[in-house]
């Protein structure tokens, strides 16, 4: 199996700026696809952004320009850094794995974007 412990939530007033981490563990394929996701209460699951083991990057209109996903793949760990943060981007981050025939979640990081 493969654990993902994501660490770097927390409160933050709006413009100000988070770095999330999600450090994967376990039976990882070389080749792989980490994302983060995000889940408001009350609001359908979406995707903030992907990344591959050769840094192919997708984000959300919503978050781009604002975020930026990376990887260590020598640590196994996945970031976002998120920069000029909204209200509206209060959620629960979750870190997504995706490998030869693996699929895995975290259990999510609490962001709160307020004043």
């Known amino acids: 199996q493969v654990q993902l412990v994501e660490s770097g939530g927390g409160l933050v007033q709006p413009g100000g700026s988070l770095r999330l981490s999600c450090a994967a563990s376990?039976?990882?394929?070389?080749?792989?696809?980490m994302a983060w996701y995000r889940q408001a209460p009350g609001k359908q699951r979406e995707l903030v952004a992907h990344?591959?083991?050769?840094?192919?990057?997708t984000y959300a209109d919503s978050v781009k320009g604002r975020f930026t996903i990376s990887r260590d793949n020598a640590k196994n760990t996945v970031y976002l850094q998120m920069n000029s943060l909204k209200p509206e981007d209060t959620a629960v981050y979750l870190c997504?794995?995706?490998?030869?025939?693996?699929?895995?979640w975290g259990q999510g990081t609490q962001v709160t974007v307020s004043s």
């Open positions: 376990g039976n990882i394929f070389d080749i792989n696809t």
């Open positions: 997504y794995y995706s490998g030869y025939q693996q699929r895995y």
């Open positions: 990344i591959t083991t050769f840094g192919s990057t």
